[in-house]
């Protein structure tokens, strides 16, 4: 069904880069909190040059799991990638945008890595102090070569890129989706969140939603064995965590050498400890997830991935490389449901729509242009008829007034008595004129001086003698002898003297041709094919039956 009610939500691909389990894609609702769609592949990242590997193994590993979580390529995506620079800073708060851009570009070519390439980075207010007029700043830097290869694979495959952060910011973004220290965001606790990477680990310590301090130790954990990785890792932070009282510690491994539940037994920490493993000791979900993702996939979402999907969150810092702040400045796609499948509203997609919008109007104006058109072409016919009609109406009016306006009753009924004496005339003969020897089959009389008799007789004077009798009782009438033949054959229901001795011929007097004759023309007609189609099936030299005369009928009379 339609579902208009996410129009106005736009919604974002997570994707994430994390060292030692490779690429995640994943996407969230945010009414029901849970995991919709999520997916992973695996491929190398450079520690040393802080960058993945293979941007051509990373592209097809992102269109890869594009087709396999049926999302469309052309949607929003935010990605976060392993932090490369992660720091505060301290400024004058009278100093301006530029400046401070100076100031984060001098302070993060300090390290190694940006000692080769120039860094980009992104910046946001932490705290401002008007008593000492200074303020608190985070920022993050990346590597400007890495930015510009990510920003060329995504517009190969046709993504709007929205977003590039380092997986720290993302990190606490996660954990505020996944509600592990709701009470204490809730209430405005001081939390803290021990992370433990390959290379090194960080703690980062918050208040509700708000990060105060951050530090991060590097920390070879491979070198050491398996005792003394975690043994290393207690005595490090048993030191520094006195510097960050708080209600809770979430520990967060992202190393396959430490498991999380383990190092929480050997870490001393007064209050309460929670533990997620985004490693190989991964066991349980931390996060409400669909059906449709397994307990094992679900197990392995890492928190930067959920931060990367929910970079609209105002509550946590977002610190995007693309653009300052969230990621609301850059170009974001609206989408909605339709049925079962989220449309993407790309400026492609309302172009086509406009274009099927203005086709469905122009054929509808089309279809109903050829409809006025068909109905006018009948309205004119009609209108042509009324004139025509009305024409023939004046035309009789116009006779009417040249005759003084008044009708000649007397010449109307006279025609109309001339023609019934005619017709009375001719019914007369039926009764008083018949010879003994005739027969009388049919007659037709229409309009009195229209005639048509039919008859049979034994003798061809009666048949004569009828006739001549016919024409005295109306000398003017144009009526002939049509038909003269012999009928071989008796009459039915007809008693003759000397039956056998005598010839029957059948006659036909008229001045019009009647009903009966112009269907008996039909009849003989198609006896005539039927008698040709059927010829062949007649045995040569055999004798047809005579046709029966008709039984006599009653006479007509129009």
Same mark, same amino acid.
């Given at each position: ?241 006195? !510097? ?254 000397? !039956? ?57 009379? !129009?």
């Amino acid at each position: 069904m339609f579902n208009f009610a996410s129009t106005t939500h736009k919604q974002i691909v997570g994707i994430s880069v994390t060292p030692n389990i490779g690429v995640e894609i994943l996407m969230t609702d945010r009414k029901s909190n849970q995991v919709i769609k999520y997916g992973r592949r695996f491929i190398e990242y450079n520690f040393s040059s802080r960058e993945i590997q293979d941007y051509g193994a990373f592209k097809a590993a992102v269109i890869d799991l594009f087709n396999e979580l049926d999302i469309n390529p052309k949607s929003n995506v935010f990605l976060t990638l392993p932090n490369v620079h992660f720091d505060f800073m301290n400024l004058p708060l009278i100093i301006g945008d530029e400046a401070i851009n100076n100031a984060i570009l001098a302070k993060a070519e300090e390290s190694y890595i940006f000692k080769r390439v120039e860094p980009v980075s992104a910046w946001l207010d932490i705290n401002t102090n008007a008593n000492t007029d200074t303020r608190h700043i985070v920022y993050s830097s990346f590597q400007k070569t890495v930015v510009d290869e990510i920003k060329d694979v995504f517009a190969d495959i046709g993504s709007n890129l929205v977003g590039i952060e380092s997986s720290y910011s993302a990190i606490l973004r996660g954990v505020y989706f996944s509600n592990l220290c709701s009470k204490e965001i809730a209430e405005n606790y001081s939390w803290n969140v021990l992370l433990i990477n390959t290379n090194s680990y960080a703690i980062f310590s918050l208040v509700g939603t708000r990060l105060v301090d951050y530090q991060e130790v590097p920390l070879a954990i491979k070198s050491f064995s398996y005792e003394e990785a975690y043994q290393a890792i207690t005595t490090s932070v048993s030191q520094i965590l006195p !510097n960050y009282p708080a209600k809770k510690l979430l520990i967060v491994s992202q190393a396959d050498d430490i498991c999380a539940e383990v190092l929480k037994t050997q870490i001393i920490f007064d209050e309460k400890i929670e533990t997620i493993d985004c490693n190989k000791y991964a066991k349980r979900p931390f996060v409400d997830v669909a059906p449709e993702i397994t307990s094992k996939e679900a197990s392995s979402i890492t928190l930067s991935a959920l931060g990367a999907a929910n970079s609209q969150m105002s509550d946590f810092l977002v610190l995007n490389i693309l653009g300052r702040g969230a990621a609301s400045q850059q170009t974001l796609y609206a989408t909605f449901m339709f049925f079962d499948k989220e449309i993407l509203v790309t400026p492609e997609f309302v172009r086509a729509v406009c274009c099927g919008i203005f086709l469905a109007v122009a054929l509808f104006a089309f279809l109903l242009w050829g409809l006025l058109r068909t109905a006018g072409g009948i309205w004119d016919g009609n209108l042509k008829l009324y004139q025509s009609k009305m024409s023939d109406a004046e035309r009789g009016i116009n006779e009417f007034k040249n005759q003084g306006g008044f009708l000649d009753i007397d010449a109307i009924v006279n025609e109309i008595l001339s023609a019934n004496k005619q017709a009375i005339s001719f019914y007369d003969s039926l009764a008083s004129d018949i010879p003994g020897n005739l027969w009388l089959t049919y007659y037709y009389n229409k309009d009195g001086d229209k005639v048509a008799v039919e008859g049979v007789s034994t003798t061809i004077n009666d048949i004569y003698g009828y006739y001549k009798s016919l024409k005295v009782i109306s000398p003017q009438s144009s009526i002939k002898l049509n038909r003269l033949q012999v009928v071989s054959g008796p009459l039915d229901e007809v008693d003759l003297e000397n !039956n056998d001795a005598k010839k029957i011929f059948d006659f036909e007097i008229a001045n019009v041709s009647s009903p009966k004759s112009l269907k008996g023309a039909s009849g003989d007609q198609n006896q005539q094919n039927q008698a040709g189609s059927q010829g062949s099936s007649t045995p040569a030299g055999a004798t047809i039956a005579p046709p029966v005369l008709p039984k006599l009928e009653p006479v007509e009379m !129009n």
